[in-house]
């Protein structure tokens, strides 16, 4: 292995999620094209320098399992895996993401400092033009994050990534951000905020016709499912040296691999245990396996039979959650022991871990009036990879402590609509800006209503106080909230999503943040 | 003539109405609202409704039927509700490749039944004869995205002549109009051989071979022309289902026709995208069974004159 690689490899193992994911690739026998491809990824700062001598060349194609949320392009409005790559990709935000490492650096943001708990102040990067050849000014800047902390604003990433708060332009280079009360992960939410044109903003009816953005990539077109992007010669830390970067939508999984196995695409997302073995020791591809914050969970509505945290906690007991993981996922996820994924800053396994215990299963719902005349609802459909198969395993554990489990199978469609009114739900959940507040938020107020029908005052004092932290104090808040919810059992969590990624191995340096979008796809290059 | 022939064109509008109206209100009444798919499962009620204003749905049902209605004598089938677009230019666009796909597969798979079915009713039991029984049991009990993946792994994957996935000109056809043409393939060469071999066994064939008419023309011209009105029955309800959208073949092929366009509509709820797609599948199957009930009337004079 030539020094490169070794460097690259040493990188690596200091980054604890890359750690994580690898064990777990080990498992599924796809190390050797792990090896191989991480091995071929240099973690080298970005050198301006370095990068403006390039000519962009070569085209990239992504084989996606699910199409854009819709074809408009207001990413605050839309949480889809495709949303969340044209938004790296198309935009830029006050920070960002330059190496695998995660550490957040400077982007249409020069400088920043938090001043208070409540406000950050950012120095603009001089010279920043968007694609329109207008600069991206004070007034830019102001325009998106007012118009995101406004409550009133109804866009669905208010609050979850960015709560109430505004922005004060101090003078044309310098802006202060202003949260309405603290927000420990202001600096994660910048850094996956796209900064639009106030224009832009101020006639929304655009969003529907073209993304303008300062990002590295100039977004194109999207017709019938694929949308392309193009360098940016003028991106401001110099072009990417891919010229073409196009999102392909390939519904069936093994049409996705064939796509791959034939050279149609250059990476597939979000692979399963099956796609993975199809190129276990295939010397032409290597996997990625860098996740955001996700976890598979069995979603239970914390109403009806499920109102009683006894009951919910036998559920946990009774059902063993390694055995579906190893059996059915192959081992592409990781058990978690709180209520948050295993990679989120400030994750500790809870020392009650609701371990696979039929027995105690019993002794709980005994003691919770059920004696063998429980009857739950479950509905099943294909938005979880296996997850009828994940279903059934369900379903078998919990007859086995006496539980019947009434199965209805409803079209993806349906299930996505009507899932709250089931005792039993599989789904995932993932956060956007590799914070778990973003996860802790599903627990509290109308979001907890809607999602778990779980209704517990305890929980929003416990997000707002780690909100409010910094530091290891935040670790600790962080933990605090988790266990809080762990204990209460709203859900089984049955896994982490690894969310591999299949990489053709013409694709030189080609890495991943633990974020949904490919913020490092700049960086990316394609052997001829 | 003319008055059966507007006989049919108005029972086949009275369908398609009553196609338009089941559609409209089935989409309704299956569980799924499109601002709730649309969103995320943690949209606000504030956000969910604002979709619902952008999409119409927030109207009450005879107000979107008299919106929806109202439309389509002009074309207007509404916008749909995830692309952006008028869905009339969404169909128009995807249309032409499954016509395309459908049309070579049928041909694809009426020519192989023509040479083998007729050759094999000339002699029963021949080689081609025998050919000819083992495609169709092949055919009909080889799921077509079994062999789709099959043709795939081999040709695309493995040998790396054609693409596997998507449209990148005709090159891209190949592969699965042959998967489709091997799934239609069975019932036209049972059909076509059955109908020979009654055809070549009848006494007007006899009184040909006593007058030593040459036995390629009795077969060709006087055999084969009776044989090929249940052949055209065949073919007609072939085509207007396939033009209704090769739905397996497009998701094993991410071919991107009006099949893989009606999933995604269908998955999305989306309302007039869904709708517009039955419509036009719809329209093609009656348009298309119209046009096999004249080719009777042209080929078959005892039809005419009952009808």
Redesign the interface.
């Given at each position: 292995m030539d020094r490169r690689k070794e460097q690259g490899l040493d990188r690596i193992r200091s980054v604890a999620e890359a750690e994580v994911s690898r064990r777990a690739l080990l498992k599924t026998g796809a190390a050797a094209g792990v090896s191989i491809g991480i091995g071929s990824w240099m973690l080298r700062g970005f050198s301006s320098a370095a990068a403006q001598g390039n000519v962009p060349t070569g085209t990239v194609v992504v084989g996606n399992a699910e199409p854009p949320t819709s074809a408009q392009w207001d990413s605050y409005s839309v949480f889809g895996l495709v949303d969340a790559q044209v938004a790296s990709l198309v935009h830029d935000s006050l920070l960002g993401y330059d190496a695998t490492d995660a550490t957040i650096v400077g982007h249409l943001a020069s400088e920043w400092e938090l001043v208070s708990p409540t406000t950050t102040k950012l120095t603009l990067r001089e010279g920043v033009k968007f694609h329109d050849g207008s600069p991206v000014t004070a007034e830019d800047v102001k325009a998106t994050i007012d118009r995101i902390g406004n409550p009133e604003s109804g866009l669905a990433w208010h609050n979850l990534i960015f709560p109430e708060g505004s922005c004060n332009i101090i003078d044309e280079k310098t802006v202060e951000v202003v949260t309405a009360k603290p927000f420990g992960p202001i600096e994660k939410a910048l850094a996956v905020m796209p900064i639009f044109p106030a224009s832009e903003i101020a006639t929304p009816e655009n969003f529907t016709k073209q993304a303008i953005g300062a990002g590295p990539f100039k977004f194109v077109s999207y017709t019938e499912n694929k949308i392309t992007v193009e360098a940016n010669p003028d991106y401001w830390a110099g072009p990417p040296k891919l010229q073409t970067v196009v999102l392909d939508y390939i519904q069936d999984a093994n049409a996705r691999v064939s796509a791959l196995l034939s050279g149609q695409c250059d990476i597939i997302t979000r692979c399963s245990a099956e796609q993975l073995a199809r190129v276990e020791g295939d010397a032409n591809f290597y996997v990625v396996d860098v996740p955001p914050l996700t976890q598979v969970l069995c979603i239970y509505q914390s109403n009806g039979n499920l109102a009683k945290k006894e009951t919910r906690q036998a559920l946990g007991y009774a059902i063993d959650r390694q055995g579906i993981v190893d059996a059915i996922m192959e081992g592409v996820g990781k058990v978690p022991y709180s209520s948050i994924a295993t990679n989120a800053p400030g994750y500790e396994e809870q020392p009650e871990r609701f371990e696979y215990n039929p027995e105690k299963a019993k002794e709980l719902l005994a003691a919770a009036g059920y004696d063998g005349n429980l009857t739950l609802t479950m509905a099943t459909t294909s938005l979880v990879p296996k997850q009828k198969e994940i279903d059934q395993a369900i379903v078998q554990f919990l007859q086995d402590v006496g539980i019947t489990v009434d199965v209805t199978t409803l079209e993806v469609g349906a299930y996505r609509t009507s899932y709250n009114q089931y005792d039993l739900t599989l789904n995932t959940l993932a956060s956007f800006d590799y914070d778990p507040d973003f996860i802790l938020g599903f627990y509290a107020g109308p979001t907890a209503e809607a999602v778990f029908h779980l209704n517990d005052p305890a929980i929003a004092p416990l997000i707002e106080a780690q909100r409010a932290a910094q530091g290891e104090e935040r670790l600790a808040k962080i933990n605090e909230c988790a266990a809080y919810i762990w204990d209460l059992q709203p859900a089984l969590y049955l896994s982490d999503e690894l969310w591999p990624f299949i990489v053709s191995s013409k694709v030189q340096d080609y890495g991943r943040v633990p974020l949904v979008g490919e913020p490092l796809m700049r960086m990316a290059m394609k052997q001829a | 003539m003319l008055g059966f022939i507007l006989k049919r064109v108005f029972q086949n509008l009275l369908m398609l109405a009553a196609i338009v109206l089941a559609v409209f209100v089935l989409m309704r009444l299956?569980?799924?609202?499109p601002a709730?798919?649309?969103?995320?499962?943690?949209?606000?009620?504030?956000?969910l409704n604002?979709y619902r204003a952008q999409f119409g749905t927030d109207t009450p049902l005879p107000q979107q039927l008299k919106t929806f209605l109202s439309g389509i004598p002009r074309g207007d089938f509404g916008t749909s509700?995830?692309?952006?677009?008028p869905v009339f230019s969404l169909i128009q666009?995807?249309l032409p490749r499954t016509v395309i796909l459908a049309v070579c597969s049928l041909v694809l798979a009426v020519s192989l039944a023509l040479v083998i079915g007729v050759a094999g009713a000339r002699k029963p039991y021949g080689w081609l004869d025998r050919l000819g029984l083992a495609l169709s049991a092949f055919g009909q009990s080889a799921p077509t995205f079994w062999v789709g993946?099959m043709l795939?792994?081999v040709f695309?994957?493995q040998l790396?002549w054609f693409?596997?996935?998507?449209f990148e000109g005709p090159i891209s056809l190949l592969l699965p109009t042959i998967a489709v043409a091997l799934a239609v393939l069975p019932t036209d060469l049972r059909v076509i051989r059955t109908a020979m071999l009654e055809s070549l066994g009848q006494d007007y064939i006899r009184t040909a071979k006593a007058f030593g008419i040459p036995d390629r023309k009795i077969t060709y011209q006087y055999a084969l022309r009776n044989a090929a009105l249940p052949l055209i029955t065949v073919v007609g309800i072939d085509l207007g289902y396939l033009l209704g959208g090769t739905i397996v073949t497009e998701?094993?092929?991410?071919y991107?026709g009006l099949g893989?366009l009606a999933?995604?509509a269908?998955?999305?709820?989306d309302y007039p995208l869904v709708q517009a797609i039955t419509i036009v599948t719809a329209a093609i199957f009656v348009f298309v069974n119209l046009v096999v009930d004249l080719l009777y009337m042209v080929l078959d004079p005892r039809i005419r004159i009952s009808g």
């Amino acid at each position: 292995m030539d020094r490169r690689k070794e460097q690259g490899l040493d990188r690596i193992r200091s980054v604890a999620e890359a750690e994580v994911s690898r064990r777990a690739l080990l498992k599924t026998g796809a190390a050797a094209g792990v090896s191989i491809g991480i091995g071929s990824w240099m973690l080298r700062g970005f050198s301006s320098a370095a990068a403006q001598g390039n000519v962009p060349t070569g085209t990239v194609v992504v084989g996606n399992a699910e199409p854009p949320t819709s074809a408009q392009w207001d990413s605050y409005s839309v949480f889809g895996l495709v949303d969340a790559q044209v938004a790296s990709l198309v935009h830029d935000s006050l920070l960002g993401y330059d190496a695998t490492d995660a550490t957040i650096v400077g982007h249409l943001a020069s400088e920043w400092e938090l001043v208070s708990p409540t406000t950050t102040k950012l120095t603009l990067r001089e010279g920043v033009k968007f694609h329109d050849g207008s600069p991206v000014t004070a007034e830019d800047v102001k325009a998106t994050i007012d118009r995101i902390g406004n409550p009133e604003s109804g866009l669905a990433w208010h609050n979850l990534i960015f709560p109430e708060g505004s922005c004060n332009i101090i003078d044309e280079k310098t802006v202060e951000v202003v949260t309405a009360k603290p927000f420990g992960p202001i600096e994660k939410a910048l850094a996956v905020m796209p900064i639009f044109p106030a224009s832009e903003i101020a006639t929304p009816e655009n969003f529907t016709k073209q993304a303008i953005g300062a990002g590295p990539f100039k977004f194109v077109s999207y017709t019938e499912n694929k949308i392309t992007v193009e360098a940016n010669p003028d991106y401001w830390a110099g072009p990417p040296k891919l010229q073409t970067v196009v999102l392909d939508y390939i519904q069936d999984a093994n049409a996705r691999v064939s796509a791959l196995l034939s050279g149609q695409c250059d990476i597939i997302t979000r692979c399963s245990a099956e796609q993975l073995a199809r190129v276990e020791g295939d010397a032409n591809f290597y996997v990625v396996d860098v996740p955001p914050l996700t976890q598979v969970l069995c979603i239970y509505q914390s109403n009806g039979n499920l109102a009683k945290k006894e009951t919910r906690q036998a559920l946990g007991y009774a059902i063993d959650r390694q055995g579906i993981v190893d059996a059915i996922m192959e081992g592409v996820g990781k058990v978690p022991y709180s209520s948050i994924a295993t990679n989120a800053p400030g994750y500790e396994e809870q020392p009650e871990r609701f371990e696979y215990n039929p027995e105690k299963a019993k002794e709980l719902l005994a003691a919770a009036g059920y004696d063998g005349n429980l009857t739950l609802t479950m509905a099943t459909t294909s938005l979880v990879p296996k997850q009828k198969e994940i279903d059934q395993a369900i379903v078998q554990f919990l007859q086995d402590v006496g539980i019947t489990v009434d199965v209805t199978t409803l079209e993806v469609g349906a299930y996505r609509t009507s899932y709250n009114q089931y005792d039993l739900t599989l789904n995932t959940l993932a956060s956007f800006d590799y914070d778990p507040d973003f996860i802790l938020g599903f627990y509290a107020g109308p979001t907890a209503e809607a999602v778990f029908h779980l209704n517990d005052p305890a929980i929003a004092p416990l997000i707002e106080a780690q909100r409010a932290a910094q530091g290891e104090e935040r670790l600790a808040k962080i933990n605090e909230c988790a266990a809080y919810i762990w204990d209460l059992q709203p859900a089984l969590y049955l896994s982490d999503e690894l969310w591999p990624f299949i990489v053709s191995s013409k694709v030189q340096d080609y890495g991943r943040v633990p974020l949904v979008g490919e913020p490092l796809m700049r960086m990316a290059m394609k052997q001829a | 003539m003319l008055g059966f022939i507007l006989k049919r064109v108005f029972q086949n509008l009275l369908m398609l109405a009553a196609i338009v109206l089941a559609v409209f209100v089935l989409m309704r009444l299956t569980a799924g609202d499109p601002a709730r798919i649309k969103a995320p499962i943690f949209a606000s009620e504030d956000v969910l409704n604002q979709y619902r204003a952008q999409f119409g749905t927030d109207t009450p049902l005879p107000q979107q039927l008299k919106t929806f209605l109202s439309g389509i004598p002009r074309g207007d089938f509404g916008t749909s509700f995830r692309y952006q677009e008028p869905v009339f230019s969404l169909i128009q666009q995807r249309l032409p490749r499954t016509v395309i796909l459908a049309v070579c597969s049928l041909v694809l798979a009426v020519s192989l039944a023509l040479v083998i079915g007729v050759a094999g009713a000339r002699k029963p039991y021949g080689w081609l004869d025998r050919l000819g029984l083992a495609l169709s049991a092949f055919g009909q009990s080889a799921p077509t995205f079994w062999v789709g993946l099959m043709l795939v792994l081999v040709f695309s994957v493995q040998l790396g002549w054609f693409p596997a996935v998507g449209f990148e000109g005709p090159i891209s056809l190949l592969l699965p109009t042959i998967a489709v043409a091997l799934a239609v393939l069975p019932t036209d060469l049972r059909v076509i051989r059955t109908a020979m071999l009654e055809s070549l066994g009848q006494d007007y064939i006899r009184t040909a071979k006593a007058f030593g008419i040459p036995d390629r023309k009795i077969t060709y011209q006087y055999a084969l022309r009776n044989a090929a009105l249940p052949l055209i029955t065949v073919v007609g309800i072939d085509l207007g289902y396939l033009l209704g959208g090769t739905i397996v073949t497009e998701v094993v092929f991410n071919y991107p026709g009006l099949g893989q366009l009606a999933i995604d509509a269908v998955n999305a709820r989306d309302y007039p995208l869904v709708q517009a797609i039955t419509i036009v599948t719809a329209a093609i199957f009656v348009f298309v069974n119209l046009v096999v009930d004249l080719l009777y009337m042209v080929l078959d004079p005892r039809i005419r004159i009952s009808g």
